[in-house]
């Protein structure tokens, strides 16, 4: 954490999702975070925002609803959530932790380019709030056990409270697939990359007019050991360390030479 370890037990903790407020994977988050401090709140959006990254709504009003004692959710995006919670509902007492989650489905690789789940954590990493963004992979017939969260995500916030992180941090993890019993451990990892796979399917709607649909169903297979891709494809769950700064060291370099 950015000041050294946090104390979890008087740690003021955020959570928030791109699922919604009604998704089961937030409940398991929500689940996780009071095992580790009584002061838990949830601000998350009113209907599902996967897919929506970093978006931020500017062009219309967010209305808050209370929606329990603590329980609040927004008519936004998973970003709006977050800055609603830091600047509005706990303005008084912003968070010491930020988690989001438990995402339907992984979020591996290029995923975070795409997922509001990591934008969530994106920006309490933004607000100077340390954050960590959890998902939890489908089973080969598309359902989802939140059970393996719920038993290593406490020990996983336990541990990474401990590490002193540098400033526009966020970590990134993900849960294999499997019952926890059968999990191959914890990995630190590194961001993979998979082979690009997007296919656009064409069709007519029932009114005759034509349409184009995005899917992007890409396999999980990675050549590389250190990724977050071969971590989970071996069963381990992935612990990937991501940073705000996107630029590229060693082309920041040669650019440098280029444009003396
Ligand atoms: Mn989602």
């Given at each position: 954490m950015p000041d050294g370890p946090l104390d979890l037990e008087s740690a003021r903790i955020l959570v928030t999702n791109d699922?919604?407020?009604?998704?089961?994977?937030?409940?398991?988050?929500?689940?996780?975070?009071?095992?580790?401090?009584?002061?838990?709140?949830?601000v998350a959006p009113d209907t599902e925002q996967s897919a929506t990254s970093h978006s931020l709504t500017l062009r219309r009003p967010l209305r808050l609803r209370?929606?329990?004692?603590?329980?609040?959710?927004?008519?936004g995006t998973p970003t709006d959530c977050v800055?609603?919670?830091?600047?509005?509902?706990?303005?008084d007492r912003p968070p010491d932790l930020v988690l989001s989650g438990v995402n339907h489905g992984g979020n591996l690789g290029e995923d975070v380019t795409y997922s509001g789940t990591v934008a969530a954590?994106?920006?309490?990493?933004?607000?100077?709030?340390?954050?960590?963004?959890?998902?939890?992979?489908?089973?080969s017939d598309g359902s989802v056990d939140w059970k393996t969260a719920e038993r290593f995500g406490p020990d996983i916030v336990r541990r990474l409270a401990q590490v002193k992180w540098p400033?526009?941090?966020?970590?990134n993890v993900n849960f294999p697939p499997l019952d926890p019993e059968n999990v191959a451990?914890?990995?630190?990892?590194?961001?993979?990359?998979?082979?690009?796979?997007?296919?656009?399917?064409?069709?007519?709607?029932?009114?005759?007019?034509?349409?184009?649909?995005i899917g992007n169903f890409m396999n999980d297979t990675s050549s590389?050991?250190?990724?977050?891709?071969?971590?989970?494809?071996?069963?381990?769950?992935a612990v990937t360390p991501l940073h705000l700064d996107l630029t590229h060291k060693t082309t920041l370099k040669r650019l440098?030479?280029?444009f003396q």
């Open positions: 699922d919604g407020i009604h998704a089961p994977g937030l409940r398991a988050l929500e689940r996780i975070a009071r095992s580790l401090s009584s002061d838990v709140w949830v209370k929606q329990g004692r603590r329980r609040y959710s927004v008519d800055l609603v919670a830091c600047h509005h509902v706990l303005a954590a994106m920006e309490a990493a933004i607000l100077g709030v340390p954050a960590i963004a959890f998902s939890q992979m489908r089973k400033v526009d941090l966020l970590v451990g914890i990995r630190a990892s590194r961001q993979g990359r998979r082979e690009e796979g997007t296919t656009i399917t064409e069709g007519v709607d029932p009114a005759g007019r034509p349409y184009l649909w590389d050991h250190d990724t977050d891709l071969a971590a989970i494809m071996e069963g381990a769950i440098e030479e280029v």
